[in-house]
């Protein structure tokens, strides 16, 4: 390893994959999302970049543990129980694996995600 192999997200030019949820995940709005997976360990089980969500909700199920610091905009997290989080710009939080229930961008979203799947 040298120092070239440091990800530095400033001057990386991930090209952004561009998706929506699936269909029946879908609860509100038409929630285009994009990701810039800046960097994945060799195993697979890590990986981190950046990730943006249009206006929606949709149900989310972790399999993975996820460490999110929001940079932009509101989301509503819903556990399956209806219990509700709001983030904006600045929150630090982390999802553990294993959470069910829904995300809602209320205002353009963008984070920071850094992602552990248990084998």
Known sequence: MNIEQIVDFAQANTAPEHYRPAQ?????????????????????????????GAVGQ??????EHEYCEI?????????????????????????????????EVLETCRKVYVIFEPS
């Open 71 to 103: 940079l932009q905009g509101v989301s509503v997290l819903r556990d399956a129980d209806g219990n509700a989080k709001t983030v904006r710009a600045g929150d630090r939080f982390v999802i553990p694996a294993g959470f069910y229930g829904t995300w």
């Open 24 to 52: 029946e995940k879908v609860l509100k709005g038409d929630p285009e999302q994009s990701v810039r997976n800046h960097y994945s360990s060799p195993c697979g089980q890590f990986s981190t970049g950046i990730w943006e």
């Open 58 to 63: 949709w149900t989310v199920s972790y399999t």
